[in-house]
């Protein structure tokens, strides 16, 4: 553009400020000395001048060119975090769907255990119960913890004046008669648990065959049932005591489930000391079968290392599958439900219902 100088005579900076580009050029000996093009000077005294081009000019052998910018490489959503996760739980959701889980020849009785307490016990066995149920297998779940968290999980009735599991082991109560099923599937029930039950370890001292009381009654439900069971998880206290001591005599396997983290290593020698006694001394069949990594954070250097130890020393018994962390795990309860029930395509729902998977094929007949 022409802008009037100090003495009022319209000059060309433009043209001028081009010239000069061109001589810096020249000089180096980088191009060759080109005349000023008219668009550029503006032609004829009076000719209109163009609008300077808005795309950035390169000086190249003496003629501008355009500079065209890099091609961006367009942002796809295929190639983020979230994307990858959403199409694993995909698969793995297809996975499980497409599955047809075996049925045990005859009925397996776990007792899920661990003395030390937040590892996920009540967790893993109602939803355990619940993934398996989901696949067509009969499912009962007794709940031997005064707290009833299980009975909570599974929607079941557990008021204190409710016949509960307190009334099978102190006074002999057919578990047919206190028996529930829950309201998310037919095929899953529950023997409740009432605050009464905290007062039976004391008044189990002076029974007589205290450590056989649930066995007993288990035993002779199954056999008096006019429909078979193909699973019974009974859910322990946190403790080592008379009701843990009942649930191991009257299982023939262990469920361990392991949070992935230090402390929980340093209580599983002594738990598996003390099945070893009520093997030795009172039930000969009782075995730790499975061993459940629940809280697992990939995230965190400790929890891979935890993980990794618990299957250098039980290969054959820890499950592949892995319990995340999971906000959906922790919110179902509040709703009287498992997770499965809850948010079934959640991650931990996935997680719940491939362990339930091994578990039926590990005890599958072959």
């Known amino acids: 553009m022409k802008h009037p100088n100090d003495e009022g005579t319209r000059v060309d900076y433009a043209a001028e400020i081009y010239a000069a580009m061109l001589n810096d050029t020249e000089a180096s000996g980088d191009t060759e000395a080109v005349s000023v093009p008219d668009e550029v000077t503006g032609g004829a005294e009076g000719a209109a001048v163009p609008e300077a081009p808005a795309v950035p000019l390169k000086i190249s052998g003496g003629v501008p060119e355009k500079v065209v910018p890099a091609t961006t490489t367009p942002f796809s959503f295929g190639d983020t975090p ?23 020849a005859k009925t397996r009785v776990l007792t899920v255990a661990n003395q030390k307490g937040g590892v996920g016990k009540t967790t893993t066995t109602v939803n ?38 307190y009334e099978v082991i102190i006074n002999d109560e057919p578990i047919a008669n206190v028996i529930q099923k829950s309201p998310d599937f037919d095929t899953l029930f529950c023997v409740p648990a009432t605050i009464h039950l905290a007062g039976a370890e004391i008044e189990l001292v002076s029974m007589v065959a205290r450590e056989q009381r649930l066995r007993t009654a288990l035993e002779k439900f199954l056999d008096e049932s006019a429909e078979p069971f193909h699973y019974v998880f009974i859910d322990c ?67 891979n290392q935890v993980a990794q130890d618990v299957r250098d020393h039980f290969p054959e018994q820890v499950l592949a599958s892995l319990i995340p962390r999971s906000v959906r795990i922790s919110e179902a309860p509040s709703y009287g439900q498992t997770v499965i029930s809850y948010d079934a395509n959640s991650p931990g729902s996935l997680s719940y219902l491939e362990a339930a998977a091994e578990i039926a094929r590990r005890g599958a007949p072959h």
């Open 82 to 104: 979230l994307a990858r996760e959403l199409s694993e739980n995909t698969r793995r959701r297809q996975a499980l769907a497409a599955a047809v889980l075996p049925l045990p």
């Open 128 to 165: 355990l119960a619940a993934g398996l149920a989901r696949s067509g297998a009969r499912v009962l779940v007794i709940d031997l913890d005064p707290q009833g968290n299980a009975s909570t999980a599974l929607g079941i009735e557990h008021r204190s004046e409710t016949v509960s599991v």
């Open 237 to 303: 206290p946190p403790s080592l005591g008379l009701l843990t001591i009942n649930a191991f005599v009257a299982a023939q396997e262990v469920l361990i489930p392991i949070q992935c983290e230090y402390y929980a290593l340093e209580g599983l020698s002594q738990l598996l000391t003390n099945i070893k006694l009520i093997e030795r001394h009172l039930n000969p069949v009782l075995m730790v079968s499975t061993i459940l990594l629940t809280m697992y954070d990939a995230r965190t250097n400790l929890a």
